[in-house]
């Protein structure tokens, strides 16, 4: 059996290719997460005319919490400073922070029936790049605008962005 935080971590890879196959791209999972990525969106080919870069990929930390701590307009989410600081640095491929938001009870996460298959909540994502260096040492909690919501619409204009050369 999985425990609740494999649960979270196997929805929240479900949540991302469903959203990336909205938008035809594919998604390629990292086996072994090193470098804070566990997931990497690609786009086959240059996705529009005005594209710079042919096939433009992001890398993706996830994460999942069924407990959202939201202040005024942002999710303050508490992230490890190894992930921090991973995804601050700079990097030849984009890298975002998605955080997949679930309701409180277990049961609520997922349903299912002959007509549909429902991931309660969504996910939201931060990048990260540039942030400032943290003297914290166990985690950093970096605040997510409730605007950033990670859904095929808004991947596809990230990802749009990347091929121009326009998302660092």
Same mark, same amino acid.
């Given at each position: 059996?999985?425990?609740?935080?494999?649960?979270? *971590?196997?929805?929240?890879?479900?949540?991302?290719?469903?959203?990336?196959?909205?938008?035809?791209? @594919?998604? *390629?999972?990292?086996?072994?997460?090193?470098? =804070?990525?566990?997931?990497?969106? /690609? /786009?086959?080919?240059?996705?529009?005319?005005? @594209?710079?870069?042919?096939?433009? =990929?992001?890398? #993706?930390?996830?994460?999942? &919490? =069924?407990?959202?701590?939201?202040?005024? +307009?942002?999710?303050?989410?508490?992230?490890?400073?190894?992930?921090?600081? +991973?995804?601050?640095?700079?990097?030849?491929?984009?890298?975002?922070?998605?955080? #997949? /938001?679930?309701?409180?009870?277990? +049961?609520?996460?997922?349903?299912?029936?002959?007509?549909?298959?429902?991931?309660?909540?969504?996910?939201?994502?931060?990048?990260?790049?540039?942030?400032?260096?943290?003297?914290?040492?166990? @985690?950093? &909690?970096?605040?997510?605008?409730?605007?950033?919501?990670? =859904?095929? +619409?808004?991947?596809?204009?990230?990802?749009?962005?990347?091929?121009?050369?326009?998302?660092?």
């Amino acid at each position: 059996m999985l425990t609740e935080n494999k649960i979270k *971590e196997e929805i929240s890879l479900a949540y991302v290719v469903a959203v990336a196959a909205a938008k035809s791209f @594919s998604t *390629e999972f990292t086996r072994v997460d090193y470098d =804070s990525v566990d997931a990497e969106i /690609c /786009c086959n080919g240059y996705l529009a005319p005005e @594209s710079l870069l042919y096939s433009p =990929s992001i890398k #993706l930390q996830l994460k999942a &919490t =069924s407990h959202v701590h939201i202040v005024e +307009d942002s999710i303050h989410f508490p992230l490890p400073i190894k992930n921090y600081n +991973d995804l601050r640095a700079k990097s030849v491929t984009p890298r975002l922070l998605v955080v #997949l /938001c679930l309701p409180e009870l277990k +049961d609520e996460w997922v349903t299912h029936s002959t007509e549909e298959l429902i991931v309660k909540k969504c996910a939201y994502y931060l990048n990260l790049f540039g942030f400032p260096e943290s003297e914290n040492e166990a @985690s950093v &909690t970096v605040k997510i605008p409730l605007d950033n919501v990670f =859904s095929p +619409d808004t991947l596809y204009d990230l990802m749009l962005k990347t091929s121009k050369i326009e998302l660092p």
